[in-house]
């Protein structure tokens, strides 16, 4: 049984997380949070932020499959959902060629990771990929619970649920600035944009096949680039940036905030009231 996301989620990098945080998270009503940043395969961040809250789900986005072993990710798997069954999903991925030395054969080595996942008893269900082409979302549709996209549009997500039908969850990340002040906001969206997303090539070919053409995507993203892919304004802005996901044929959209070295607290709250996430 897939664990329940809720419909909006938080994604946090690993080193921003910690037990207070989730204990808050949960209390404003959010579904799941997602560690970013591609935490460690012993996934004690894991046992971390469930230990500290009642019923709130945790999803890794992602751990990367250069970085740890499928059998070390599932001994990990098996640990915290003994500890806490039907919490946790376990978020993979490939990466990026540019940031894994060994990178090679991207398709095949993501079907040989979750070969030994099923070989180490992490059921489907339990599972999430990265994804963002068609045959990474079809393969997510077939072997795991969830499609995990990042730095997507509602544009991909509306052509992402074409291609994986009613056959698997769609959870895509969605980053948002709380501030009216639009170059304020860009300003603070686009470093975590451009450094290093505008860099990878994955993202880059994933937004040309969008239809963003080369000098929107230059030289640290178009304002309208910067501005579609990290949604800014007030907290009802931000909720109708979440909601395009979700009429787009989401299931789950996690929120992250931005900027990052900032209190993403007074994001969460005002975005948690705009939805109603409590009520």
Not at 202 to 215: C, F, K, P, S, T
Not at 230 to 248: K, M, S, Y
Request: aromatic share 6%.
């Amino acid at each position: 049984m897939t664990p329940k996301l809720g419909t909006i989620g938080i994604w946090r990098w690993t080193g921003g997380l910690d037990a207070e945080l989730a204990a808050e998270v949960e209390r404003l009503g959010y579904g799941t949070i997602w560690i970013g940043g591609s935490p460690s395969g012993d996934l004690e961040i894991v046992d971390t932020l469930l230990d500290a809250t009642d019923h709130i789900t945790v999803a890794t986005g992602i751990v990367n499959m250069w970085s740890d072993d499928a059998a070390t990710v599932a001994r990990s798997y098996h640990r915290i959902t003994a500890r806490h069954p039907g919490r946790f999903l376990l978020g993979v991925g490939v990466g990026h060629p540019e940031a894994t030395q060994q990178y090679r054969k991207p398709y095949e080595t993501i079907v040989s990771y979750l070969d030994e996942l099923d070989e180490a008893g992490v059921p489907v269900g339990d599972r999430a990929l990265a994804a963002l082409g068609p045959k990474v979302l079809e393969l997510s549709a077939e072997r795991t619970a969830a499609a995990h996209p990042y730095l997507t549009t509602p544009g991909h997500t509306r052509w992402a649920r074409e291609i994986l039908g009613d056959r698997v969850l769609l959870a895509p990340e969605q980053k948002v600035v709380l501030d009216t002040d639009p170059e304020r906001a860009r300003a603070a969206a686009r470093p975590a944009v451009n450094n290093p997303y505008l860099k990878l090539r994955n993202y880059v070919n994933n937004l040309r096949r969008l239809g963003w053409a080369d000098e929107e995507i230059a030289d640290g993203g178009s304002d309208r680039l910067i501005d579609e892919l990290a949604v800014h304004g007030d907290a009802e802005a931000l909720a109708q940036g979440v909601r395009a996901h979700l009429d787009a044929g989401a299931d789950h959209v996690c929120i992250q905030a931005l900027p990052m070295d900032a209190d993403p607290l007074p994001t969460y709250r005002a975005v948690a009231g705009a939805l109603n996430l409590t009520g």
